[in-house]
């Protein structure tokens, strides 16, 4: 199983992106979803996760601003991103607890950078 983040970039206070993390492999069934991400010198931190019933969980900072999704047929992850600010900028990974034999393992992305600048 691999999973393959993208959508990263420079943009301008305010502004707006879209990151994606699409899964590929044996992948029996997709548990919970989340995005984390970690700021030069600091520990990644989760933004947003998603189970596999729909019950979304975002850090404050980013409360009304993202928007996490998943599309389970495309075994793909959303993160929606709006009102950027330059305290967003980080590197951005995505991850994803998959069942692809008999038990569940939690599977990473390479990590998307993002940086909120003008």
């Known amino acids: 199983v691999q999973l393959q983040a993208s959508g990263g970039g420079l943009v301008e206070p305010g502004g707006s992106l879209r990151l994606s993390c699409a899964a590929s492999g044996n992948i029996l069934y997709i548990r919970t979803l989340g995005w984390y991400r970690q700021a030069p010198g600091n520990q990644r931190e989760l933004v947003a996760e998603?189970?596999?019933?729909?019950?979304?969980n975002y850090t404050d900072s980013v409360k009304g601003r993202f928007t996490i999704s998943r599309d389970n047929a495309k075994a793909t992850a959303y993160l929606q991103m709006n009102s950027l600010k330059p305290a967003d900028t980080a590197v951005y990974y995505c991850?994803?607890?998959?069942?692809?034999?008999?038990?569940?393992?939690?599977?990473w992305g390479q990590g998307t950078e993002v940086t909120v600048s003008s």
């Open positions: 991850s994803m607890e998959i069942m692809s034999g008999l038990s569940f393992k939690t599977y």
């Open positions: 998603i189970t596999s019933g729909g019950k979304i």
